[in-house]
């Protein structure tokens, strides 16, 4: 058989080089084969068809099934270099429900949330692929926490819970996703007892690096929970059950390196950095913030750092804004809203009023309180006086109305 490279296929197809590259990576040139780093393409392959042709949306609805078993197909290794997203969604248009599954799960790590919106109303109403569907249920979730939005946040779950599943494990999945979910509220109860243990057997292994970034989640939110009284675990109480977290998070977070997941691996960094500081490591802290920025700045995936300024904004101030002051000015901007949302709408789960009008600083002196720190620890950790935290704990108390066992209420 006669082959030709990447570079004479892509002239001939009118595609560029990194486009046929991830057509050969995703298995759709029939009898490309692999040589060292290079591709060689048997001379009469056919181009796969374009998705958004009318050709190709007609295949799409025949359930084309997605390039990868997951609902998250941004966390896979089709979104494999920094820089390269808008790049990898042109490469899936030979699957139009693909493509606009990853382009809606870009769309909203750079913020833009009524695409997001669009995107995964268009995926439901369409009756998409089992993955589809329950990617587009919990897009339509973020997009519930964005806009405060309670309607939305159970309708976005009803979905989920009525995707086309057609064996046990895939109802292990539509629960990990519902779990999910949850975990955006710091709700852990409803995590499946095989994932509470780190085990993803359920899951196909495509699904491996977005499970990586829930379970650090689902340890974080466990870690939080026990350190602020709410969770009660016999031989585990205070801050300290939280040092124990990076042990189970820098190894994912190597292997996700290793894998080229950038999503995945952004995601693990800055959850990674949110442990640390909250035990008050910042020098760890901040090397993860820095190479969370270093992944996400080419792609301008603002949204997914702006998520984590509810308890990093001064880190992430300190190192972005010197770097990039447009890029901060955009986070910060996106962080308001985020934030406003999440207040309105945990508050409305929880039915409690939720404070979102505190000072940075007051924010950060509440959470150390809800962990039992003293007032003495307190301003060792913030550079503030004594009197100054103080001052500030009365303010909280003025604002929300609780008394200082109940601040974690209030995050």
């Known amino acids: 058989m006669e082959y030709i490279s990447i570079s004479e296929v892509a002239?001939?197809?009118?595609?560029?080089?990194?486009?046929?590259?991830?057509?050969?990576?995703?298995?759709?040139?029939?009898?490309?084969?692999?040589?060292?780093?290079?591709?060689?393409?048997?001379?009469?392959?056919?181009?796969?068809?374009?998705?958004r042709t009318k050709v190709g949306r007609a295949n799409a609805d025949k359930?084309?099934?997605?390039?990868?078993?997951?609902?998250f197909l941004y966390m896979s290794d089709l979104y494999s270099t920094p820089g390269t997203a808008d790049t990898s969604a042109e490469s899936l248009s030979y699957n139009h429900e693909a493509q606009v599954l990853f382009e809606a799960e870009v769309a909203y790590s750079r913020g833009e949330i009524d695409k997001v919106y669009d995107s995964a109303n268009y995926?439901?109403?369409?009756?998409?692929?089992?993955?589809?569907?329950?990617?587009?249920?919990?897009?339509?979730?973020?997009?519930?926490?964005w806009k405060g939005d309670i309607a939305m946040w159970r309708k976005a779950k009803i979905h989920i819970s009525e995707a086309p599943a057609k064996n046990d494990d895939d109802r292990e999945v539509m629960q990990l996703a519902i779990s999910a979910v949850d975990i955006m509220l710091y709700n852990v109860s409803s995590f499946p007892k095989w994932f509470q243990m780190g085990r993803f057997e359920p899951l196909h292994k495509d699904s491996y690096p977005a499970a990586k970034v829930y379970?650090?989640?689902?340890l974080y939110a466990v870690a939080y929970s026990v350190a602020?009284?709410?969770?009660?675990?016999?031989?585990?109480?205070?801050l300290y059950v939280m040092t124990s977290v990076p042990y189970?998070?820098?190894?994912?977070?190597?292997?996700?390196?290793?894998?080229?997941?950038?999503m995945s691996e952004i995601y693990l960094r800055m959850t990674c950095a949110t442990v640390y500081h909250n035990y008050g490591n910042d020098d760890e802290a901040i090397h993860h913030i820095d190479k969370a920025l270093e992944l996400a700045l080419p792609d301008k995936l603002y949204g997914t750092i702006a998520e984590y300024c509810r308890i990093l904004y001064a880190l992430i101030e300190r190192r972005l804004a010197p770097l990039d002051e447009e890029a901060w000015n955009e986070v910060k901007r996106l962080h308001k809203i985020y934030n406003d949302g999440w207040t309105k709408l945990n508050g409305n789960i929880k039915g409690q009023q939720i404070i979102a009008k505190l000072s940075d600083q007051n924010r950060v002196v509440a959470r150390l309180a809800?962990?039992?720190?003293?007032?003495?620890?307190?301003?060792?950790?913030?550079?503030?006086?004594?009197?100054?935290?103080?001052q500030a704990i009365k303010i909280i108390k003025e604002k929300s109305g609780l008394s200082r066992d109940e601040f974690a209420a209030i995050l």
């Open 370 to 390: 809800a962990f039992k720190l003293s007032d003495a620890e307190i301003a060792a950790r913030t550079n503030m006086s004594l009197s100054g935290v103080k």
């Open 63 to 71: 359930d084309m099934p997605l390039p990868k078993k997951t609902p």
């Open 228 to 238: 602020t009284g709410v969770l009660k675990i016999p031989g585990a109480e205070g």
């Open 123 to 145: 995926l439901l109403d369409k009756h998409s692929g089992f993955f589809a569907v329950i990617g587009a249920g919990m897009l339509l979730a973020m997009c519930a926490i």
């Open 11 to 51: 002239k001939k197809w009118g595609l560029t080089t990194r486009n046929v590259q991830m057509l050969c990576a995703n298995g759709k040139i029939e009898g490309a084969t692999r040589l060292g780093r290079s591709w060689m393409i048997p001379k009469n392959a056919q181009k796969p068809i374009d998705g």
């Open 215 to 218: 379970y650090a989640k689902f």
């Open 248 to 262: 189970t998070i820098e190894p994912m977070i190597c292997w996700a390196s290793e894998q080229n997941t950038v």
